[in-house]
Structure formats: structure tokens, C-alpha cells
């Protein structure tokens, strides 16, 4: 098991950016894919981006391509995920996920453990 601490969350206006982080412990991180997921309320916890264990491979929701971007330090045992030109229909709290499969999708059974959630409220 591996544990995952979300920080960076918080209040931006329409157009502005935030930089969420998670730092990892627990477990090898480097062997671990990362992953970020949101959840609206009301709504279903949804993919925002993933990167696998080397950090060479990305891959985002639609609704973040060119805006989010997705990396990884290991040699600091954190992922970070830069928000740029946020929306409000980006309001959510953003969870940090981490995959034993060294290459995980967008899909949240492949994610073994899951931090608590940072939330991101973006004003119009």
C-alpha cells in the first residue's frame, strides 16, 4: 500500500492556475503509475490525467488537453499536476491515485490507493 497526500487545492478566478501536488510514501514510487481524478458534486469521479513510471507517457481527459499537465519527480516521491487557464466546470476535489501497473489508463480499477482530496474551486 502507498500513501498519498494531496496539497495545492484552493480559490482561483476564471482564466487563472493552480499546481497541485502528491507526495507519495509507502512503497517504491518509481515502480508506481500516477494518475489524478476529480469529483464534481453530484457527479462521478472522473480521469483527469495519468503518467506512467518513467514519466515518458502522459495521457489526459478531453477536457483538460492543453491546459493541465501531468508530471512526476521520483526522486522526490511526488506528481504534481499544473492547471493552467482554469474553469469553472474544473470545481472539483482532485484526488491523487497510484497504480501498481506501471502504465495505468484512465480507468479507476486500475488504481490501487487514493489520497483524500485537495479541493479546487474555480469563480466565473
Known amino acids: 500500500q502507498v500513501q498519498l497526500v494531496e496539497s495545492g487545492g484552493g480559490l482561483v478566478q476564471a482564466g487563472g492556475s493552480l499546481r497541485l501536488s502528491c507526495a507519495a510514501s509507502?512503497?517504491?514510487?518509481?515502480?508506481?503509475?500516477m494518475g489524478w481524478f476529480r469529483q464534481a458534486p453530484g457527479k462521478e469521479r472522473e480521469f483527469v490525467a495519468s503518467?506512467?513510471?518513467?514519466?515518458?507517457?502522459?495521457d489526459y481527459a478531453d477536457s483538460v488537453k492543453g491546459r493541465f499537465t501531468i508530471s512526476r519527480d521520483n526522486a522526490k516521491n511526488m506528481v504534481s499536476l499544473q492547471m493552467n487557464s482554469l474553469k469553472p466546470e474544473d470545481t472539483a476535489i482532485y484526488y491523487c491515485?497510484?497504480?501498481?501497473?506501471?502504465?495505468?489508463?484512465?480507468?479507476?480499477?486500475?488504481?490501487?490507493?487514493w489520497g483524500r482530496g485537495t479541493q479546487v474551486t474555480v469563480s466565473s
Open positions: 491515485a497510484a497504480s501498481r501497473s506501471g502504465s495505468p489508463s484512465y480507468s479507476r480499477g486500475q488504481y490501487d490507493s
Open positions: 509507502g512503497r517504491t514510487f518509481i515502480a508506481l503509475g
Open positions: 503518467i506512467n513510471w518513467s514519466g515518458v507517457n502522459t
